[in-house]
């Protein structure tokens, strides 16, 4: 975004008229949040640099519209103070406050002024930040102090100038942003076509239900079970649900065969279904996933495999092996910790990509360094030292291709919290994966698990269940989700 902002400069859009453009967005953005700006009246707090330069624009326009406006400028970072008792009986009077002190540049902590501020507006019905709440760092989402509620403004809206920033879809910027509308100032957000390759800039797009259109959600009247099967293999002791659930969204997500490959010893726990159980014992683990293998369109590795050593070289001889796509998961991942070389050694070979699918814990296990606070950068790096897809679950979940484009699945929300919706999403990208019809290829691939994440997601929300949600009201929920999606397709 900040590389986007100099080209439109250097190209003859002078930095005046984009300050214009987007104080004059945050205006209207305010009056329409209040339906109006008869008799009302607002408090903008600014800043010393860009951010606060918005701000006044948008006093100045308010002011013209006839809302009776108080502006408190802060100046720079520190500050010379703004006297408490005016800022809060304005605070107290008004119906909406403007935070434009900091944007997507700061870094640090509140302090001086800006935290006195931050411990006010609170005062104030309606609070509303400019391009990012002043606070949060705009690369990560990440608040640094102790100030009130966490160093950072606590926005009940953001107005995001052009495009979305990292900062506004990673915890705890994400919280402390509310609703985030993205306004059009004309500035063309894209890769520097004219830049080297060495030095183009990778875009990270947010995923959208536009986007999740291209993944193959159709069934087509000449299609065969077959041709979408997907086989899912896990299990263990006392974990054969993990497995049974990623067959059964599988199943809910398309897939028009789905087998379960489980332990011998717990085909008997698996309860009558239209899932196909077979048996796959540690002692021939390895043939007994590849035996027929090539029928299936995708092959889901892992949940609730276990943490069996033995198991070790057989799932690298699967991944090295394998003629379909895989999604590779839970304690699949944990197998390869320590042996990343398995993964290029198979995208060397020409085999079908693999898609990654760890959580914070397993991507330390398997890159061996946490994920930090940029996860943006953390999913890239990963999907580089794999040749394969990362999808880093999360709030705000990360989808990088080995190229570096991202994207970034924002509506998931803390209903996805609890135990088993992983499973599900390894199912649902099994599925997807499987659909491509056997042309898959890193950006296949990417579109699939991007968009299992996006409607993963919809369906957590569609259960309706809050924090009550468990794994099996997402699964029950994709029917109605993708009907939802599908009504939009041409």
């Known amino acids: 975004m900040a590389a986007a902002d100099q080209r439109t400069i250097a190209s003859g859009t002078p930095e005046s008229v984009l300050i214009e453009r987007a104080g004059r967005a945050l205006a209207h953005h305010v009056r329409a949040t209040l339906g109006g700006t008869y008799g009302r009246r607002g408090v903008v707090v600014c800043g010393g640099g860009n951010n606060g330069a918005d701000g006044r624009v948008a006093a100045r326009v308010l002011r013209q519209w006839g809302m009776g406006i108080d502006v408190f400028d802060i100046g720079g970072r520190g500050g010379d103070g703004v006297d408490a008792r005016p800022l809060a009986r304005a605070l107290d009077r008004c119906d909406v406050a403007v935070d434009a002190m900091f944007g997507t540049g700061f870094r640090g902590t509140l302090d001086g002024a800006a935290l006195d501020v931050d411990a006010e507006l609170y005062r104030a019905p309606l609070i509303v930040s400019a391009d990012i709440p002043s606070g949060v760092d705009g690369a990560t989402g990440e608040i640094r102090g102790d100030g009130f509620i966490g160093g950072a403004v606590l926005a009940h809206e953001t107005v995001c100038f052009q495009a979305w920033k990292p900062g506004l879809l990673f915890e705890p910027g994400r919280f402390h942003a509310g609703l985030v509308t ?176 760890p959580h914070d814990g397993e991507y330390a296990r398997l890159a061996g360094t946490p994920v930090g606070v940029d996860r943006i950068d953390a999913a890239r790096r990963l999907a580089a030292r794999t040749a394969g897809v990362v999808l880093l679950k999360g709030p705000g979940t990360v989808v990088a291709r080995p190229d570096g484009m991202v994207a970034v699945c924002a509506n998931g929300g803390s209903e996805l919290a609890t135990a088993g919706t992983g499973d ?62 599908r009504r939009l397709s041409p």
Not at 337 to 345: C, S
Not at 450 to 466: F, M
């Open 182 to 357: 993205v306004v059009d100032i004309g500035i063309a957000v894209g890769p520097d076509e004219s830049a080297s390759a060495a030095d183009a800039v990778k875009v990270a797009g947010v995923w959208t239900r536009d986007d999740t259109l291209r993944a193959p959600l159709e069934r087509w009247p000449y299609e065969h079970k077959w041709s979408s099967a997907v086989l899912v293999v896990g299990g263990s002791p006392g974990m054969v649900g993990a497995p049974l659930m990623s067959a059964r969204a599988a199943h809910r997500c398309g897939a028009g065969m789905v087998v379960a490959g489980l332990p011998a010893s717990s085909i008997a726990d698996a309860p009558p279904s239209e899932i196909v159980v077979r048996p796959i014992d540690a002692q021939t683990f390895a043939a007994g996933v590849l035996d027929g293998l090539e029928r299936f369109g995708a092959l889901v590795l892992g949940p609730g495999l276990g943490r069996n050593s033995e198991l070790r070289g057989a799932v690298r001889e699967v991944l090295l092996r394998a003629p379909v796509p895989i999604v590779l998961d839970a304690d699949g991942l944990t197998a390869i910790a320590g042996d990343l070389g398995v993964l290029r050694e198979r995208a060397a070979a020409g085999h079908p990509p693999v898609v990654l699918t």
């Open 424 to 485: 599900v999403l390894s199912g649902m990208i099994g599925a997807l994966l499987a659909r491509t019809g056997g042309r898959t290829d890193a950006a296949l691939a990417h579109t699939a698990a991007a968009s299992a994440a996006w409607i993963h997601g919809e369906a957590a929300r569609a259960a309706g269940n809050g924090p009550s949600t468990v794994a099996s009201d997402v699964i029950e929920a994709l029917p109605r989700t993708l009907h939802a999606v």
